[in-house]
C-alpha cells in the first residue's frame, strides 16, 4: 500500500477549477418563482382567434372615427370634430386593440377572454341602438342629438363610419363568442391570492353599476329648459326644449338595446370579481371601465362642442361610476402578494461550504 504521504495530490489547476465552480455555484441566481403564482398553459387556437377578432375590431373602430357617420337631413354628422372629440371617440378602439394583440400571441389568454366576453355582452345592446340610429322611421322623435349636433331626422341614410363602426361591434360580437368557446380550454391559473378580497370587489361593483344604470337613465347632456316672457301680461313660463333622449327613452330597437345594455352593466359588474385567476377579474372589470367612460366622456363631449348643450348631474356622475371602475381595475391589477425573497448569496455560499 502506498503511504499517505506518496498517494498523488490534485495538481494546482484541478484544485483552481474546484474553487472556481464552487465559487460559480454560490454565485448562480436562484430562480424566483412566477409573480402571483402565475401559470400559463396550453392556449388553444379558438382564443388565440378571439385576439385576432378583438384586434380586428380595435382596427375597425379606429377606421371608423374619420369617416362620415350618418347624413340626416342633407347634413353630414361626423364623430370627430377635434383633438378632444378624437381622444373619446378612441377609448373603447384602442382598448380592443391593446388586448386583442396579446391575446392573438397566447399572453397572459384569460384577461383577454374575460375582457372579450364581458366586451361582447355590452356590445349587444350598442349594436342595436346603431341599428337605431341608422334606420329612417316615422317612429322616431323629430329632433335628435347625434355627436353634439342637434338634427331633425326628416331623412337618414348611413356613412361609411357607420358601416365600420357596426363592423367593429360584430367582430366583438364573434371575439365573445370564440371567448365563451375556449374559457374553458385554456389553462391559466394563480395562487388565488385575490380570493379574500372578491367578495368586497363584487359589492363595490355592484354599487358602481346599479349608480350607472341609475345615470344612463337620463342624458349626459340635455337642452335647458327655455324661459318665454308673454309681452302682454309679463308672465314667464318655462319652455321644455327637445333634447338628447336618455338610454330608455328611446323607441323600438334604441329601447330594447338600452335594456340589454343596462343588464349587461350589472351581470357583468357581479361576475367579473368572481373569475379566476385574478387577470381574469382584471380583463372583465377592464371592458366595463371602457364602455362606461366612453359613454360618459361622449357626453361631456356633446356639451363642449355643442353650444345648445349642457352638462348634466347624471353625466357627471357617469364619469365619476367610470372612474370608480377604472380603480377597481387598478386595485384588482395590484392586488398580489409577494413572494419571499431568494436567499441571499452569502447565505448560498455558507450552505455551499457546508
Request: net charge positive; with cysteine.
Amino acid at each position: 500500500m502506498p503511504s499517505r504521504a506518496t498517494r498523488p495530490r490534485p495538481t494546482p489547476a484541478a484544485t483552481a477549477r474546484t474553487g472556481r465552480s464552487k465559487e460559480a455555484q454560490a454565485k448562480a441566481p436562484v430562480p424566483r418563482p412566477p409573480v402571483d403564482g402565475l401559470v400559463v398553459g396550453f392556449v388553444p387556437m379558438v382564443a388565440r382567434a378571439a385576439g385576432v377578432l378583438l384586434a380586428l375590431a380595435g382596427a375597425l373602430g379606429i377606421a371608423a372615427v374619420f369617416p362620415t357617420y350618418l347624413v340626416i337631413g342633407g347634413r353630414e354628422i361626423a364623430q370627430v370634430t377635434g383633438v378632444g372629440s378624437l381622444l373619446v371617440a378612441l377609448v373603447v378602439p384602442v382598448l380592443n386593440l391593446a388586448v386583442g394583440v396579446p391575446l392573438a400571441r397566447g399572453a397572459v389568454p384569460k384577461l383577454g377572454l374575460a375582457y372579450a366576453g364581458v366586451a361582447a355582452a355590452l356590445a349587444i345592446g350598442q349594436l342595436l341602438i346603431e341599428l337605431y340610429r341608422g334606420t329612417a322611421s316615422t317612429s322616431r322623435p323629430a329632433v335628435e342629438v347625434i355627436a353634439g349636433v342637434r338634427v331633425l331626422t326628416s331623412t337618414v341614410s348611413v356613412g361609411a363610419g357607420w358601416v365600420l363602426g357596426v363592423l367593429s361591434l360584430c367582430a366583438v360580437l364573434a371575439a365573445g363568442v370564440c371567448a365563451f368557446l375556449a374559457w374553458d380550454r385554456t389553462v391559466m391559473e394563480d395562487g388565488g391570492f385575490l380570493d379574500p378580497a372578491r367578495s368586497a370587489l363584487a359589492g363595490g361593483a355592484l354599487m358602481l353599476a346599479v349608480t350607472t344604470v341609475l345615470a344612463l337613465a337620463l342624458p349626459a347632456a340635455d337642452v335647458p329648459d327655455a324661459i318665454v316672457t308673454d309681452p302682454t301680461t309679463g308672465i314667464q313660463t318655462v319652455v321644455a326644449a327637445e333634447g338628447p333622449q336618455a338610454l330608455l327613452e328611446r323607441p323600438g330597437l334604441a329601447l330594447l338595446g338600452g335594456l340589454l345594455l343596462a343588464g349587461a352593466v350589472v351581470l357583468c359588474s357581479v361576475v367579473a370579481p368572481s373569475l379566476r385567476p385574478r387577470l381574469a377579474t382584471v380583463g372583465a372589470l377592464l371592458a366595463i371601465t371602457g364602455a362606461v367612460l366612453a359613454a360618459a366622456l361622449t357626453g361631456l363631449r356633446d356639451a363642449l362642442v355643442s353650444p345648445d348643450l349642457e352638462w348634466t348631474l347624471p353625466g357627471a356622475a357617469l364619469l365619476l361610476c367610470g372612474l370608480a371602475y377604472a380603480g377597481l381595475t387598478v386595485l384588482a391589477w395590484r392586488w398580489r402578494r409577494s413572494f419571499p425573497e431568494p436567499p441571499s448569496r452569502a447565505g448560498s455560499a455558507r450552505g455551499s461550504a457546508q
